[in-house]
């Protein structure tokens, strides 16, 4: 089964100056953009970056899941969080996935292993493969 995911900006005037909105599909919000914050950075504002920080910290933790059940140590709790570097007149940069997990009876370098398979088989690494992808990952 083939799903398809869609989400709608609508937008307002030039790149610096105008602003938009983007809108998703499942109806769970509808959440500001605009050029500077996604320069500058904002805290009350959304990214196109911020938006796939969560796709991809999100994809991960699923994966990751999977990999551990699969391995027979499947997470009590895991904590993710994508960082993804936007450089003005360059691009996306990269995205840092950063995850603490509570995995009772699995070893740090089984643990290690199994959050890398994650990290290159979660389909949105594998969608941003065009940039650096890194992963520290803490079992705690």
Request: proline share 5%.
């Amino acid at each position: 089964m083939t799903v398809t995911s869609e989400a709608t900006t609508a937008w307002a005037g030039s790149l610096t100056e105008g602003s938009g909105s983007v809108s998703f599909a499942s109806g769970i919000g509808t959440f500001p953009v605009n050029w500077k914050a996604r320069s500058e950075g904002s805290d009350s504002t959304t990214t196109p970056e911020e938006l796939i920080a969560a796709a991809h910290a999100s994809c991960f933790s699923m994966a990751f899941s999977h990999a551990l059940s699969q391995n027979g140590t499947p997470p009590e709790k895991l904590d993710t969080t994508a960082s993804v570097t936007f450089k003005p007149g360059t691009g996306i940069t990269g995205s840092h996935l950063n995850v603490s997990a509570v995995v009772p009876g699995l070893d740090a370098e089984k643990f290690a292993a199994l959050a890398e398979e994650a990290k290159s088989g979660c389909p949105v690494s594998q969608a941003l493969a065009g940039i650096t992808i890194t992963l520290e990952a803490t079992l705690a």
